[in-house]
């Protein structure tokens, strides 16, 4: 009997997890396991190590279910939820799409504003750019964080600031208000909508969101949060990098970085507006020649206009960021449980 035709054997989450990796094999399976929480991790091993006699029937249904998912997953990234039910319904017919999608939805909690997601951040900018910033906030918080970051930089300085600031501290909002007005916006990009409730916003919402707006709009946004609300300012400040947060690297992870920067224009642009220890801690993990070279590119490049140093400095903070997310450097964040042992 196919596992298809078969009646589905009641598992949960962690055991069907199990499961599949046993499925999968060692090879595969530690791959996968790398990429979990330590939690996680000492769960699930905990689970397959507890798991015997897993039968062939058993494991085919659970392959073929993960199978479903990430397909199904695949056709809501490329047009929504609506597009992978239509596709899927094709596929396998509508009851067992049916099944497949709400498996899908339990699982993954489709969130609010899923067509915004799908929408140019300028013409979703022209929909609510003269919203309450609070309302701004909310819809802003559920983008991707470059659309945010596009939407966010667009807006005047004084707006960017307070729309920041409320999605920073926006905890979570009553499934009633995001309905509202997920409502209004979906009518006017005339748009369809699965309506999930999924909480959004927070400290690391706006982060995310500031790691991917230009320089000038996320010095003007810390600037006046720093006047607005210390605390905040601070907490988010720790939480990202700036280009003079160089500073916070270790000698290795500075070399390492300097091994990916452009040093004959990136470099000698970046430098030209920046403290000194900044300037002293590159050129320690620099060679004498480097620096000599360094110096004299600064020397002979005569003024430059500050959009082209801000550019500058922020390519080197996204090497940063990358090898930061990379596992190449280490990054300290100021908090007491990053000892390096």
């Given amino acids: 009997m196919s596992a298809t035709a078969s009646r589905p054997i009641s598992l949960s989450g962690r055991q069907k997890a199990a499961i599949l990796l046993i499925a ?27 798991t015997r006699n897993v039968g062939r029937e058993m494991r085919e249904q659970v392959v073929t279910e993960f199978h479903d998912l990430c397909l199904a997953q695949e056709y809501l990234d490329e047009g929504g939820i609506e597009y992978a039910r239509e596709v899927l319904e094709r596929a396998v017919g509508g ?82 208000i995001v309905q509202e007005v997920e409502r209004v916006l979906e009518r006017k990009l005339s748009s369809v909508v699965s309506q999930e409730y999924a909480s959004a916003g927070g400290i690391t919402s706006v982060v995310e969101v500031l790691n991917q707006v230009d320089r ?41 970085v300097m091994r990916e920067v452009d040093l004959g224009r990136d470099l000698p642009l970046a430098l030209r507006v920046c403290s000194d220890e900044v300037s002293e801690r590159v050129f320690k993990n620099m060679s004498n020649r480097a620096v000599e070279n360094l110096k004299e590119n600064m020397e002979f490049m005569g003024p430059v206009r500050l959009r082209d140093v801000e550019e500058a400095q922020q390519r080197i903070v996204n090497i940063i960021r990358r090898l930061e997310e990379e596992g190449e450097i280490i990054v ?9 042992v």
């Fill in 332 to 340: 300290s964040r100021g908090g007491g449980d990053e000892l390096i």
């Fill in 95 to 176: 009851g067992r799409a049916h099944e497949i999608i709400e498996r899908l939805t339990a699982i993954l909690q489709v969130r609010p504003f899923d067509f915004a997601r799908k929408t140019d951040p300028a013409q979703l900018l022209n929909f609510i750019q003269d919203e309450h910033p609070q309302t701004m906030a909310l819809i802003t918080a559920y983008l991707r964080p470059e659309q945010a970051a596009a939407v966010l930089s667009a807006l005047p300085a004084d707006r960017q600031v307070d729309v920041a600031r409320r999605i920073a501290l926006m905890d979570r909002t009553s499934p009633e």
């Fill in 24 to 50: 999968l094999g060692p090879e595969m399976s530690a791959d996968v396991m790398k990429h979990l929480r330590d939690e996680d991790m000492e769960q699930l091993t905990l689970e397959i190590a507890s």
């Fill in 216 to 256: 000038a709009t996320e010095r003007t946004i810390i600037d006046a949060l720093e006047v607005q609300d210390p605390e905040l300012a601070e907490e988010i400040r720790r939480r990202m990098f700036l280009f003079e947060d160089i500073v916070r690297l270790d000698d290795r992870s500075i070399q390492r």
